[in-house]
């Protein structure tokens, strides 16, 4: 199984990014995902999750109303599409799968991936 997070990069506040989670090795109809990011000597953050269909979104406060979830299972990707950036955006960020249903619990992932570095400068 593998879970490959590409799209990061560095962008002014206000900008967006999108951020793509390419998954191989499993049947992605089968679990949920989430986005995780994580600064530097602090917790890891889940802030996102969609159900396995997409059906069901949610996000963390911190978040919400500027990033939006998605999925495409025929290509077994899932993006992360991030609106309305601001400095304390900056981290690393992680997607991750779960056969027990949308939670954004870092306890209850099966498979992560690599992070990628999102820089927002103000």
């Known amino acids: 199984v593998q879970l490959q997070a590409s799209g990061g990069g560095l962008v002014q506040s206000g900008g967006s990014l999108t951020l793509s989670c390419a998954a191989s090795?499993?049947?992605?109809?089968?679990?949920?995902f989430d986005w995780f990011r994580q600064v530097l000597r602090r917790e890891r953050e889940g802030i996102s999750c969609?159900?396995?269909?997409?059906?069901?979104?949610y996000y963390a406060d911190s978040v919400k109303g500027r990033f939006i979830v998605s999925r495409d299972n025929a290509k077994s990707t899932t993006y992360l599409q991030m609106n309305s950036l601001k400095p304390e955006d900056t981290a690393i960020y992680y997607c991750?799968?779960?056969?027990?249903?949308?939670?954004?619990?870092?306890?209850?992932?099966?498979?992560w991936g690599k992070g990628t570095q999102v820089t927002v400068s103000s």
């Open positions: 090795g499993l049947n992605v109809e089968g679990y949920s």
């Open positions: 991750a799968a779960s056969n027990f249903g949308c939670s954004m619990s870092e306890n209850d992932m099966n498979h």
């Open positions: 969609i159900s396995r269909r997409g059906g069901s979104t």
